[in-house]
């Protein structure tokens, strides 16, 4: 019986094979990425020629840092906003667009509770902008 082994020897490793696959999977993955594109199906409406577009109408309201807030000319306060808007606005549209404009140094719970009216009015477009 020949002692061609040794417990002592190391078996060495050759991760190169392993390296050239990857390398060549990497070059076809870098390739083929780019000409993969996504393509969801749109159908778009028929418009018409014979009817007039129209603007919406929309509301813009500004809260400044005193809590004023202000809609075209008219002022409220922020304790007395949520009446005084169902009051005045009851006829308004309630698809017209709103637009929120408050300062950023108000609180969170101030600008939430502006929005929170509003919705509680029926206005279900309500935006929040931000400069």
Do not use: C
């Not at 409406?45 to 809260?63: F, H, L, Y």
């Amino acid at each position: 019986m020949s002692k061609d082994f040794s417990w002592d020897d190391s078996p060495d490793l050759n991760i190169t094979p392993l390296m050239d696959v990857m390398l060549v999977l990497m070059a076809i993955l870098m390739v083929t990425a780019p000409t993969l594109t996504f393509q969801e199906q749109i159908t778009l409406p028929q418009g018409s020629k014979t009817v007039q577009v129209t603007k919406q109408k929309t509301i813009t309201i500004r809260m400044d840092t005193k809590k004023v807030i202000r809609i075209k000319n008219d002022e409220y306060q922020l304790d007395t906003f949520a009446d005084d808007f169902v009051n005045k606005y009851t006829m308004f549209d309630k698809g017209a667009e709103v637009y929120i404009h408050a300062d950023e140094e108000l609180k969170y719970k101030d600008v939430m509770y502006l929005l929170k009216s509003v919705k509680a009015a029926g206005f279900e477009k309500v935006s929040l902008i931000t400069l």
